[in-house]
């Protein structure tokens, strides 16, 4: 087994410390923002959904036996 050397592991160490103090701080001010997340809402429902539009007909066509 080869042995690594002190500087190599101690470089990883620190970059997973730094990622792990990033995530916390961006959690705290999200959650210290005071502002409350909305989900958005489609301004017209009929637009979501299942549509027979021109590319799904023609599939259809080809995939029939």
């Known amino acids: 087994m080869k042995k ?9 160490r620190d970059f997973l410390k730094g990622a792990g103090v990033a995530g ?8 210290l923002s005071g502002n409350e ?3 958005a ?6 637009t979501s959904g299942y ?3 021109e590319h799904v007909m023609k599939y259809y066509e ?3 036996f």
Request: glycine share 4%; net charge positive.
């Open 4 to 12: 690594t050397e002190k500087s190599d592991s101690l470089a990883r």
């Open 24 to 31: 916390v701080a961006g959690i705290a001010t999200a959650a």
């Open 37 to 39: 997340a909305q989900a």
């Open 41 to 46: 809402l489609p301004e017209d429902r009929k």
């Open 51 to 53: 549509r027979e539009t």
């Open 62 to 64: 080809l995939s029939r």
